[in-house]
């Protein structure tokens, strides 16, 4: 984003980032409140060097005069009911050059040495995590600025056992069901195996269905926020099930657009993941049971 005032001169900023032909791109998706279009950003991971080069040029032919140029590698958490507020966790800055003129097209390599990125980027429904590099060319008048956006991967594994889940549910003399997922941890491309075993039955089940959910909770009491999207859902039993009859369960997480478990990321947000079995009888009751699950990103995914 550039900040020109109308009657200054018109300059280019352009910022290039090194092997790019090398790197993994993701889609990044606007919000939206927000108007600009979709973007393709390399993918960085936590301590690589980030390097490149910056061009800069006048439109009008005519000599650039500034008070010094920058470049900042940044890392934020912007909330979206905090719209004035972006909360820095990284912010490096390198001096490209000290004030003087630019009369022709000139191009600056920079490099910031071996990053920490200790978080991996996230958007979602009320906040964002990013990461950016952000050239500032002073002016007495205003500043010119330019910002290029990179998405972080983080492959953090959990250090605890991916024990399976095993839960018995009861509703009243009714209905008596077990449901077991062979592990409570998942990377992104893995496929959730498991069974349904109905022990007792004496209401009349018209279908049943499992979902994906996540949940994002964002700030801290009292201006706590809470959301929940459905990522997938499908039907997994239509008809009438009878006593001891097991529903067996496989879902592939590949084609769903998952990230990692978050678990309050520098104190700003959390994100969880739930499987939500729902029970519909022929009365349309429903009758439904969720079970946190973990994400994580192995490499190369």
């Not at 092997?19 to 960085?44: C, F, G, M, T, W």
């Not at 009751?285 to 190369?300: A, G």
């Amino acid at each position: 984003m550039s900040s020109f005032f109308s009657f200054q001169q018109p300059i280019d900023i352009d910022i290039r980032l090194d092997n790019l032909a090398d790197r993994k791109l993701v889609e990044i998706k606007p919000d939206s409140r927000s108007e600009s279009k979709k973007e393709l950003s390399p993918v960085y991971l936590d301590g690589e060097s980030v390097k490149g080069q910056v061009t800069i040029r006048s439109r009008d032919g005519k000599a650039i005069r500034h008070e010094g140029i920058k470049i900042e590698f940044v890392g934020t958490i912007e909330m979206f009911f905090d719209r004035g507020n972006h909360y820095e966790f990284i912010a490096l800055v390198k001096e490209l050059s000290d004030p003087g003129e630019i009369r022709s097209a000139q191009t600056f390599d920079f490099e910031f040495k071996n990053v920490e990125k200790a978080f991996e980027s996230y958007h979602g429904i009320n906040v964002k995590l990013r990461y950016f590099v952000r050239v500032t060319l002073a002016r007495k008048l205003g500043d010119a600025q330019k910002e290029k956006e990179l998405w972080v991967h983080s492959f953090r594994m959990p250090t605890e056992t991916a024990n399976s889940i095993q839960i018995e549910v009861g509703i009243e003399d009714c209905l008596h069901i077990e449901f077991k997922y062979h592990k409570s941890k998942y990377h992104l491309k893995d496929v959730i195996f498991g069974e349904i075993t109905f022990l007792l039955i004496r209401i009349k089940i018209k279908y049943m269905e499992l979902s994906i959910i996540r949940r994002e909770t964002t700030g801290s009491p009292p201006n706590q926020y809470n959301e929940s999207e459905t990522i997938t859902k499908f039907e997994i039993m239509d008809g009438a099930p009878v006593r001891g009859e097991k529903i067996p369960i496989r879902l592939y997480l590949a084609g769903f657009e998952l990230t990692p478990t978050f678990r309050d990321v520098n104190k700003k947000f959390t994100v969880r993941y739930y499987l939500n079995l729902v029970i519909i009888d022929e009365d349309n009751r429903r009758y439904f049971k969720q079970q946190e699950i973990t994400l994580y990103r192995e490499p190369h995914n």
